[in-house]
């Protein structure tokens, strides 16, 4: 138990005895002086203040040495011995007080050999106390056979004081000192062993604790190490994204320019050809008729990729101004499959509209902007549907929503292009094959004119077998 | 009634963008109605006299107030760049006017409370709120505030945001009437029959070890932990960016990092972004760190910012009770911008999902925020995204 004791615990139980030797020394010196014995008054005062003398300078020792090693972390062992010789101290010196206040158990002097019981057991525990307490015992013995002259009697070989009546006195009363010296002994080691089983169990916590203090701050610091790296990836990705916003703004720029700066002169050629086409300028061959209609219609693709690349710089730059108006969306469907029939009819491609069976709820939309996705997205499925093919276009009210969607039974899209189909400029491997005209802007904007309505548009498709393109607009 | 519209105007001549913006604006008002009030936000790419003075050629009577920016917001067109946002504001029932504090680098407070003057002489004995562009550069913006909130009161409406200058952190610009000011607080005065609502937000939340504010004067943190302030974003940053931190570009890197403050005396979290960092790693904010104060980096991403904006509309819309906005205000943080990237436009469309896609919106990317808060006490902050919504 004893060596189970923290380090630092004894050391602070030392210290706090030498300090209260500063006090209780003194005390029983006092105390000494005044219960001294009738006689040789100069005699006793002289040894009394001799002895508290070595005791306060033996104290100066303890003090300095505890002082000067408690920072050395010093052994058990050497703490221990530095206690014994404490205890040992306070024997003597109460021994001396006690033989000039009238020695053993009419002497005051008695009453201080607590303090060594009590001192022992803090800093040794049950067995120590016990120990002292006997010692403590004795010492009152012998200091009242010293007092009867026993000793004196026995030397001297003179009439023995043992069966007298004041030597059984004598006896019973150190016996019943003794006694009270052992069950302090006794009582204080029992107390003493139950605070040292719990200061063991309390360090054993505080030893587990330290060990969870360490791990966490591990912890913490590998955490704080972990966040610094993402700290630093999310400012590398940062930087990337900003040169991406510059690259950006710098390609919208040059296409805001070169669209603007092409869109004149091929106005000019449109004009030109049909003067020519229009045989304004004079007869043409067939030959050269066929020629220039090409022309013509190469021509007109690329005022349609211009015109899609102005609708986009306007889309990005907040030119383009919503006006949200209150319609019957079935209406604005059914117009604009109208009028794309001539081209569906050209390709022999049957479109048809499945109308709901009751009358959809009327809708707030910018109806020339949904024109524009209505357009984009049924001229797609007729673009890209083989000759012969169908066109299927349906609305639905589902819940808070219109649905609206196209289906086709054309080409489809690749599926690892699908991710890509909503990008600007992006056109699908298989359709730049089966259809050349097409900017890759049409769904581009299709998207921004959904996403501004606070709408979704979503696809379906397999390569082969066709797409099925989805809408839905919010009704409130 | 209150009616509202956005213009957005664009191009190389400064003047013809402010005027084609006010132009627009006002095309989007009701059929014979002029302008009340124009909120204007300019980019610091333009000519600032010449784009105040386009905008006020188009409406001369309107009362006119703005900022420069870090970047402009607008519903038509959501987050753009280099552009000016002109919000036209016309109404029968309310009544607004404007108002100056000059000098924020003399005397802040002085400032603060000479905009307040202004608007309480102005008022004709009435005024119920108002909204107010100020530059934290030059001076702190808690003490122009303070100066405001003095003479109004502390739990006072007050609403608004500081002027930005595209992340360069050197001068920023306020606009009133056809005059453009520097280092200076506008305000504008709202009187009437009209309810309004600000909503504060951010999506931040703290990352690494806390430090504690161990010298802090004024608007200045010298030192964390013992350590030259500026060594939390030193740590983080790495090697590789320390020169960007002693080449003064520390705040325009740092600012999708806010610094979080901690107090014991308030449970919510306050954000800081540096405005200024001096050789020896102090740094300046728009308004003081206490000291002892516990402090963390602030780190967020996308999806809980697209939250935050959620969030901050349906909080506006719960404010308004049930009435619809008719203009929304938007004063974005500028770490917002610099964490959205090619994505800022996600959070107007949300914004705009939740309020309406008819309402206009204009609004800026700023370097501080004002107002909104959850207390009472109006408070000046950063990382958040301000909502200030007008309605009948």
Known sequence: MQNELHGGTRLKSTSWIIDARWYYAPLAFFLGIIAREDGDQMRSLVILGGSLFFVLLCNIFFSIYIRKTEKEFPSDKSVGTINILQIALDLLFFFTVMMFTGGGVSSVGHSFFFIPIVVSMIVFGFRGAIIVAIVSGVAVLVSAFIHLGIFTDLISGANPFIISPRFSNTLLQSGVIFILYLLTGFFGGYISRLMRARDVLLHEQIASEEVHVVRLEELTKAFDQSAKLLVRRDLELTSANDKLIQLDKMKSEIISVVAHQLRTPLSAIKWSLKIILDKDAGELTPQQEELLKKSFTSNERMITLINDMLAVDKLESGKLKYDFVVVQFEDIVQDMIRSLLTLATKKNIRVEFSSPRELLPKIKVDVDKLRDVLQNLIDNAIKYTNPGG?????????????????KDDGIGIPADEQEKIFGRFFRASNASRFASDGSGL??????????????????????????????????? | MIAASIGVGKGKDSHTAGAEACTQAISGLPKGKDADALIVFGSTTFDQDALVAGVTSVAPNAILIGCSTAGEISSEGFSTYNTVVVMAICSDQARFWGAIGNHILWNARLAGEECANTLTYNSNGYISSCLTFLDVLSGSGDETIRGMTNKLGDTFPVTGGASGDEMLFFETYQYLQNKVYRGSIVGMGLSGDYHTASVAMHGFLPIGISRVATRSEGTTLFELDGKPASSIYEEYFGEDHVHELHDGLLPALAVAYPLGVFTDDNNDVVLRNPIFVDQKGAMTFASGIPEKSEIRLMISDIDRGLETAERAAREVLKKLQGRTPKAIIVVNSAARKKMFGLRADEEIEIIQRIIGRDVPIAGYYSYAQVGGQSGERVQIHNGSLLLWAIAE
């Open chain 1, 390 to 406: 169908t066109v299927s276009v349906g609305a639905t009210k589902e819940n808070d929503e219109i649905h609206f969607w196209v």
């Open chain 1, 442 to 476: 049409g769904l581009f904007i299709t998207q921004s004119i959904v996403k501004r309505h606070g709408g979704k548009l979503w696809f379906e498709s397999k390569i082969g077998s066709g797409s099925v393109f989805h809408v839905t607009l919010p009704l409130s």
